[in-house]
C-alpha cells in the first residue's frame, strides 16, 4: 500500500491524465454514491465510484467552514484507491492533488476534444486555485498560449498574472470577445458570462457552479452554443448551471450533445470552425477514479 502526496506532481503529465480519463470511459459505466452526514455547519461528504475493470475509490470530505479562521484549509480528507479483484487499499492518495488534477483534468479533456486546434487566446474568469491549474492544463496543450485572466478582485487577477506570466484584464466584454478558449472558475450564482459576447469559433470551460443555485453562463449561452457535459448523471438534477435553463425551458435534455461516455463513438466533438461549444464540468468520484488510479500509475512508474 502506498501514500502518495503532492511530491509525486513532478512526476505527473496533464496530456497522459486526459488520455487516461478517455480510456476510463472505455470501461463499464462507474457505479457512484454520495453520503453526507452534519454536525451544525460542518459536513462529512463521502463520493465513492467503482469501475469493473479499474478499481473502487472512496474519497470522504470533510467541510469545516471554520477553519480558514484558524489558518486551516476548509475542506480535508484523502482519496482511499482499493483493488478491483481483491478489495485491498493500494493507495491513500491526497485529496487536494486528486482534486486539483481531477477538475483541471476533466475540462482540460474537453478542450482537446472541443477547442478550435488553432484556438491561441485563452481567458480565465476568476483567480483562485481551480483558475491556476487551468493555466498548468491549457499550457500542456498550448504551449504558446495567450492567458488573460479576470476577476471580480482586480487585485486577485493582477496576483495571479504576476505569478504566471499572463496578463490581467479589467474590462471582461472585450476579453471574452477576443477569447478563442474561455474558462470559468467562480462562485457565482448568477451569469458573469453572456452569450452574446461570444465570438463564432470558441470554446467555453464550465467549471465553478456545483450547486443548485449556481450559474455561471447565461441563457443566450445556451442557446447559442453545442452543449456537452462530462456527466449527465452529476449535472442533470444537480447543479444550477443545467437545471435551471431545464427548469425554465430554454434547453431541453436532448439539446445536451454528449457526456465523456460518448467519447468512443466519438460523439464528443467540434464540427465546424465557426460553432460555439461549451462543456460544464460537474466532477463526480468516478473521475476521482481514473485520477487517482492514474496518479497511482505514475507513482509505480
Given at each position: 500500500m502506498q501514500i502518495i502526496g503532492p511530491d509525486i506532481e513532478p512526476q505527473l503529465d496533464w496530456i497522459a491524465l486526459t488520455d487516461a480519463l478517455a480510456q476510463g470511459h472505455e470501461l463499464p459505466r462507474a457505479e457512484v454514491a454520495d453520503s453526507f452526514l452534519y454536525r451544525g455547519d460542518d459536513t462529512l461528504l463521502t463520493r465513492s465510484a467503482w469501475i469493473d475493470g479499474l478499481g473502487l475509490a472512496i474519497k470522504p470530505a470533510a467541510i469545516f467552514p471554520g477553519n480558514p479562521r484558524r489558518g486551516l484549509a476548509m475542506i480535508n480528507g484523502v482519496v482511499n484507491l482499493l483493488d478491483d479483484v481483491t478489495g485491498e487499499l493500494r493507495a491513500l492518495v491526497d485529496f487536494h492533488l486528486v482534486t486539483k488534477w481531477k477538475t483541471a483534468g476533466d475540462s482540460l479533456l474537453s478542450a482537446?476534444?472541443?477547442?478550435?486546434?488553432?484556438?491561441r487566446r485563452v481567458l480565465l474568469i476568476g483567480a483562485g486555485h481551480v483558475a491556476e491549474s487551468m493555466i498548468d492544463a491549457y499550457r500542456a496543450m498550448i504551449p504558446d498560449a495567450e492567458i488573460s485572466?479576470?476577476?471580480?478582485?482586480?487585485?486577485?487577477?493582477?496576483?495571479?498574472?504576476?505569478r504566471r506570466e499572463a496578463r490581467a484584464v479589467a474590462d471582461l466584454e472585450p476579453a471574452v470577445r477576443d477569447a478563442?478558449?474561455?474558462?470559468?472558475?467562480t462562485m457565482a450564482t448568477s451569469p458573469v458570462l453572456h452569450g452574446e459576447w461570444i465570438s463564432p469559433g470558441t470554446h467555453v470551460d464550465l467549471i465553478g457552479a456545483y450547486r443548485p443555485d449556481m450559474r455561471e453562463g447565461d441563457d443566450e449561452l445556451l442557446r447559442r452554443a453545442r452543449l456537452f457535459v462530462d456527466s449527465r448523471a452529476t449535472t442533470i438534477g444537480h447543479i444550477g448551471e443545467i437545471q435551471i435553463p431545464l427548469d425554465a425551458g430554454t434547453i431541453r435534455e436532448s439539446d445536451i450533445l454528449a457526456d465523456f461516455y460518448d467519447l468512443p463513438a466519438g460523439a464528443y466533438g467540434r464540427r465546424s470552425d465557426d460553432e460555439i461549444t461549451v462543456a460544464k464540468n460537474g466532477g463526480g468520484a468516478h473521475l476521482d477514479l481514473m485520477t487517482a488510479r492514474y496518479i497511482l500509475s505514475a507513482a509505480e512508474g
Open positions: 482537446r476534444r472541443l477547442a478550435r486546434p488553432d484556438a485572466i479576470w476577476n471580480r478582485s482586480p487585485e486577485a487577477a493582477r496576483a495571479l498574472a504576476d478563442e478558449i474561455i474558462a470559468t472558475a
